[in-house]
């Protein structure tokens, strides 16, 4: 075991299932010469020549580029510099990544994930900021992760490599290098699709991912006279709702917590579910603490708009009540 934070944990997952699977490919914009814009697949180039690619700065052609390579035989394994760059890219997601294994009748299959920097909390320029997961959640045929720490981090995108499927997977940047605890050095896998509890709680379940899993753990330890539940999603798409569902008939009460937009966001999505499978088992409404719809304002408004411990002690309050 060693003390990592998710930069470091991330390159070790890339650099050993590398050193396992041939057929595991890098290609991205600064990824071999400068290692990434976070420094992510740094050395990588030095250590794989010939499997790490500087590409040109069109999203659009990388992820295309990465649709062949993986209809071909391998598993690419693609940077998008900033989560909101991925946009020039959806078509190519969409209609064709998604697409392939049924277009094909299973002849083919899309062994690929696109690694994005995720997420607001770093000051950071427009377009720099976001938090677009639930476009691609919408699609079937896409896997979303998004991990909370670097453990997971590294077991997730283990399995994200090795899935047939092409695979979103979200790094949040604001903890890219808050966060270190200890990581295996040896390889393990954690399965997609399977949700983490991280507290116990009897009173409250509170749901959520990515870097607002600190600030709710944060809000938890200083939260009295109340026992709170988090439950950490890690994946979007597939949603674990068997974990959801157990937690918030537990309780009886539900706060989601997320810093994308709220219309349509993950947390209504997870609410649709809770009351279309549990509504009896509800004592109050679940409330949702997420970011506004509104663009994310500039870096010295930020902390109005993304989620923090006030408003999300105000939603465990209001569910208490």
């Known amino acids: 075991m060693t003390e990592m934070n998710m ?77 909101w760059f991925m946009l020039p890219a959806f078509d190519q997601l969409v209609n064709h990544a998604a697409r392939l294994r049924n277009r094909t009748r299973g002849a083919y299959t899309c062994p690929l994930v696109v690694r994005s920097p995720w997420g607001g909390g770093v000051k950071a320029l427009e377009h720099h900021s976001d938090s677009p997961e639930a476009f691609f959640a919408h699609v079937p045929g896409l896997k979303v992760v998004i991990p909370s720490h670097p453990y997971d981090a590294k077991g997730l995108l283990v399995a994200a490599i090795r899935d047939p499927d092409p695979v979103v997977f979200f790094e949040p940047k604001k903890i890219y290098r808050s966060i ?62 068997e974990t959801i569902l157990a937690s918030v008939k537990k309780t009886g009460r539900c706060v989601i917590v997320h810093e994308a937009p709220r219309t349509l966001g993950v947390g209504a999505e997870i609410m649709a579910m809770i009351n279309e499978y549990a509504p009896s088992d509800l004592e109050a409404p679940v409330v949702r603490v997420t970011g506004y719809d509104t663009v994310v304002p500039a870096p010295k408004n930020e902390q109005f708009y993304l989620p923090d411990e006030r408003r999300i002690q105000r939603a465990l309050q209001q569910v208490m009540a």
């Open 180 to 241: 270190k605890e200890e990581v295996p050095e040896k390889e393990y896998v954690l399965p997609l699709g399977q949700a983490q509890v991280l507290t116990a709680g009897t009173d409250v379940t509170l749901i959520t991912y990515g870097s607002l899993v600190k600030t709710a753990l944060e809000t938890v330890e200083k939260t009295e006279n109340m026992s709170v539940e988090v439950i950490d999603l890690r994946t979007i798409k597939p949603l674990d709702i």
């Open 7 to 83: 930069v470091e944990a991330l390159n070790l997952a890339l650099h050993q299932e590398m050193m396992r699977d041939k057929s595991v490919v890098m290609l991205g914009e600064d990824v071999g010469q400068d290692g990434g814009v976070f420094r992510v697949t740094q050395n990588l180039l030095k250590k794989f020549p010939g499997r790490v690619f500087d590409t040109p700065l069109a999203e659009s052609g990388i992820v295309g580029t990465a649709i062949g390579m993986a209809a071909a035989g391998l598993k690419p394994v693609a940077e998008i510099q900033f989560e």
